[in-house]
């Protein structure tokens, strides 16, 4: 006989609490759905968070619940008749054990007909809640789960003309940080490139490469991520290369901070860089700076011999982790570091539901 555990929360956002807890519950029993309860108006789109529990945990049923519904039982006098209600159409079957850590699972279990399973609700295992972490994602990155974290992530990009020391002054900065670095994508991409002259479509098929090289490392990262290039400075090669901007190049997002590297130091050959001519590297320095100023981004000078230039890189990256991590809630979709399908959403409360709603409101 198949026994069946349900877990409710929001989620807000998933942490390394939450996932112990449904863990245990999957260990427990048979099938485990997870009823993941959002409202519009709270700072993490509730898509995102379904899509997240589905990537984390695969074995179990995910479902998603976005309507307007009370959240606490002062809102409603009809409180538990309507939730037991929704649940009862998310899950038709009998709910055999309820998990949670908050002192509202006794009552549900009782409205389920089903047994509570507390879980560590002095949260003794993962001192951690979804509020602490909104609050200040930095200090608790270690209870992030890996796909939540590029959501508050800051990313730091190193900038400018060719043998600026933007490789290294990447490198550096994540040792220093204590994580991996996006490298450039630039000259893996043309040991493979097709002869020729090169085209838009080139630097656009790069760019996507470097964007889905970051998005796998991101993950590993910590709150601060160091990158060497990104596609705002291919934008810039597509300037020098093509004569000429590639809009999609320009509309991709942008970083936290850029690090632009002054080009006052000897340019060195290594055998695959392109303009080597102090002509073409004024130019290219140029454009650097046009297109920073042009987005307006925000932009640290690195100047002088390579220590002061890392003292000044560290110093900007220091005053970046010292302000607040919000998150990406005020950015576009299309700057989301999560591209994930937003699913169909959830059917209306029933005829049954809406009348208990209707009531209370009255």
């Known amino acids: 006989m198949t026994t069946r555990g349900f877990v409710l929360g929001k989620f807000l956002p998933p942490h390394a609490g939450h996932l112990t807890m449904c863990r245990m519950a999957a260990a427990l029993v048979g099938e485990l759905t997870v009823l993941v309860c959002t409202l519009d108006r709270e700072p993490i789109p509730g898509w995102l968070r379904a899509a ?20 606490e039982p002062a809102e409603h006098p009809d409180f538990w008749p309507i939730w037991r209600k929704i649940i009862g159409e998310i899950h038709p079957e009998p709910v055999d054990f309820v998990f949670g850590s908050e002192p509202y699972i006794a009552r549900l279990a009782q409205e389920l007909g089903a047994r509570p399973v507390p879980v560590d609700p002095d949260r003794r295992a993962f001192p951690v809640s979804g509020q602490a972490i909104r609050q200040n994602p ?4 270690r209870h992030i789960p890996a796909p939540v974290r590029p959501w508050y992530q800051k990313r730091v990009v190193t900038f400018g003309a060719e043998s600026t020391g933007k490789s290294v002054m990447a490198e550096a900065l994540a040792q220093w ?9 630039g000259r893996t991409y043309e040991d493979v490139r097709t002869q020729g002259d090169w085209q838009a479509a080139h630097l656009i098929e790069l760019a996507s490469r470097h964007e889905a090289h970051r998005a796998a490392i991101a993950p590993e990262a910590g709150p601060v991520l160091a990158e060497d290039t990104d596609p705002l ?39 695959g860089r392109y303009f080597a001519t102090d ?23 690195v100047t002088g011999d390579w220590n002061a ?17 919000p998150g990406l809630w005020e950015r576009p979709d299309s700057e989301w570091p999560v591209h994930t399908a937003r699913p169909q959403p959830m059917p209306r409360a029933s005829a049954e539901a809406s009348r208990l709603l209707d009531r209370g409101s009255g």
């Open 52 to 71: 997240w529990m589905r990537e984390l945990l695969p074995g179990a049923r995910i479902v998603h619940y976005d309507q307007e519904v009370p959240q």
């Open 233 to 271: 400075l291919t934008s810039v090669w597509a300037r020098m290369l093509l004569g000429a901007p590639v809009p999609w190049l320009e509309a991709r997002p942008k970083a936290d901070l850029y690090l632009l590297m002054d080009a006052n130091v000897p340019f060195v050959q290594d055998g």
């Open 177 to 185: 940080l204590g994580g991996p670095a996006v490298p450039e994508m």
């Open 138 to 141: 930095a200090a608790h990155w």
């Open 279 to 301: 002509t073409a590297r004024t130019q290219f320095q140029a454009l650097c700076v046009e297109a920073l100023d042009r987005t307006g981004v925000r932009v640290e000078r």
């Open 309 to 325: 230039r890392e003292a000044q890189a560290r110093a900007a990256v220091e005053r970046l982790m010292a302000e607040p991590f």
